[in-house]
């Protein structure tokens, strides 16, 4: 009974409001680019409702769904105490004349009362051989009841040459700050944008490197080949050729790391010298196009708050050279805090218009040597990081960081001194293990946790296995992002790609 009920609820959905695309549970996100300036955001997929904001040309966003709206029928205005012809226009978005034209007014006097046609834009197609409703149903993504309903047809037979309307549908859009809204299909140029699926390299060696691009899922990879320095061009390489090739012929990216060792007075050096930032723009340029890389993720850390527009202009820089070239530009961001340089040194939202991806790394809440015990990214604070990022980000361009590794907490239970030890996935389950331990779900966290007692110390780790990252992944989706990035892989416990993936 449930199944067949599902299925007339989405058959009403499709006759009632068009086809219902992407809710981004998938591989893929589609994403809208503005065609014009001006565009505006309504609150409803109906002419005339309240609008949310106004887009312009070159903006993206992504798209959520897609329905018939008010689009594929007759829009008619009661007008009502003040009303006059070009405050109707405006609400509409058409022209006085136009009122005027499908209305039959002399004169731009109105009553109180009167029904006024609003008059809409449609897409005429001719009809060739072999077309019938449904195939061009699919093409424009319109319902074949829309169709029927806005020409006025009494038969589902066509002849050649006859003119038919397409309704021009709307398309709900994920705007900044979580907020959604409805824009005509005309406005933008759909794209359908592979999610994220990243994980850096790190602690390992070629050989295990080379091993994890075994993993099906995985679809960009990030070694570590630059290192900001304070000589030649203010760039340490080590490129692995190979190991390129080997990503390429197993279907991966490699977007390479670049760091600034956590330095601010090496970053302050480079960056606030606008011929040393071309002097690194160029230098990276010509790397990684010697290399056929594919981006670069670019993860500078503990910047001073000088240099907030710098690192905008260098990324900046570095995107305009690149460009031409196809080669992606991905920049890493802690999560939203109060410190001035790890957090405060970072312009999210200037970042976020000039770089193709902005990675959260959703990790380090509570990090190590903190006296403060705790979890290294609780879902709850992931999940508000995420949604400051919003407010700076279009969600398709952030990819969220996420940690296969955590913390042991060991406290003296005499002098209360709290040490950590940073702790992969692998040596939680054996610590999980040869100890006997039991996984006991922490509803504050959103995590699994286990604690023991040795030799007057207490032991205590918010564990991240499968079950953890599987909430990321599903925040990610909820959230329609543009991906995920792992730190790092080969620390993780083999199931974890079980999950680690956005494959429906």
Request: proline content about 3%; overall charge positive.
């Amino acid at each position: 009974m449930k199944k067949i009920l599902h299925s007339l609820i989405i058959l009403v959905l499709f006759f009632n409001f068009g086809p219902i695309i992407g809710q981004a549970a998938g591989n893929s996100l589609s994403v809208g680019s503005v065609l014009i300036d001006n565009v505006k955001v309504l609150s409803k997929p109906k002419q005339g409702s309240t609008v949310i904001t106004t887009l312009k040309r070159g903006d993206e966003f992504p798209v959520l769904s897609s329905v018939s709206g008010d689009s594929s029928t007759a829009i008619s205005h009661s007008v009502i105490s003040g009303n006059t012809l070009w405050n109707i226009s405006n609400q509409y978005g058409v022209s006085m004349s136009e009122l005027q034209i499908a209305n039959n007014l002399s004169s731009t006097e109105l009553l109180i009362g009167q029904k006024l046609i609003i008059p809409q834009k449609y897409k005429v197609y001719t009809v060739i051989k072999g077309d019938t409703l449904w195939k061009i149903s699919k093409k424009y993504g319109v319902s074949i009841n829309d169709l029927t309903k806005l020409n006025n047809l009494r038969t589902s037979n066509l002849f050649i040459g006859q003119k038919l309307y397409i309704p021009d549908y709307y398309l709900q859009i994920q705007l900044l700050g979580g907020k959604k809204g409805w824009v005509k299909k005309s406005h933008l140029q759909q794209k359908n944008q592979e999610r994220i699926v990243m994980g850096w390299n790190y602690n390992g060696s070629s050989k295990n490197y080379a091993q994890q691009l075994n993993h099906s899922n995985l679809n960009v990879v990030s070694p570590r080949w630059y290192t900001l320095s304070n000589s030649g061009n203010f760039v340490s390489i080590t490129a692995d050729t190979k190991y390129l090739k080997d990503a390429h012929s197993k279907g991966k990216k490699v977007w390479p790391l670049f760091g600034n060792k956590f330095d601010p007075v090496l970053t302050n050096l480079v960056l606030s010298n606008s011929g040393n930032r071309q002097k690194l723009v160029s230098a990276l340029k010509n790397s990684l196009i010697q290399t056929k890389s594919d981006g670069i993720n670019v993860d500078f850390e503990n910047i001073d708050p000088k240099n907030k527009q710098d690192f905008v202009l260098f990324i900046t820089e570095l995107k305009k050279a690149l460009q031409p070239h196809g080669i992606k530009v991905s920049v890493d961001v802690t999560r939203e805090n109060s410190d001035p340089f790890w957090s405060g040194s970072l312009d999210r939202k200037k970042l976020g218009e000039v770089a193709d991806y902005i990675v959260m790394m959703g990790y380090e809440e509570h990090w190590g040597g903190n006296q403060i015990t705790g979890s290294v990214a609780s879902m709850p604070w992931t999940k508000k990081g995420v949604e400051l990022l919003m407010n700076d980000v279009p969600s398709h361009k952030i990819v969220l960081g996420v940690p296969f590794y955590t913390r042991e907490w060991v406290t003296n239970l005499t002098t209360k001194k709290v040490n950590s030890i940073d702790r992969t996935m692998v040596e939680v389950e054996k610590i999980i293990t040869s100890k006997g331990l039991k996984k006991v779900w922490d509803q504050n966290t959103q995590q699994n946790y286990v604690e023991y007692i040795a030799n007057g110390e207490k032991h205590q780790i918010w564990v991240e296995d499968k079950q953890s990252i599987k909430l990321r992944v599903n925040l990610a989706n909820q959230f329609n992002l543009g991906g995920a990035a792992a730190w790092y892989i080969g620390s993780e416990t083999p199931d974890i790609w079980d999950v680690y993936h956005f494959n429906k």
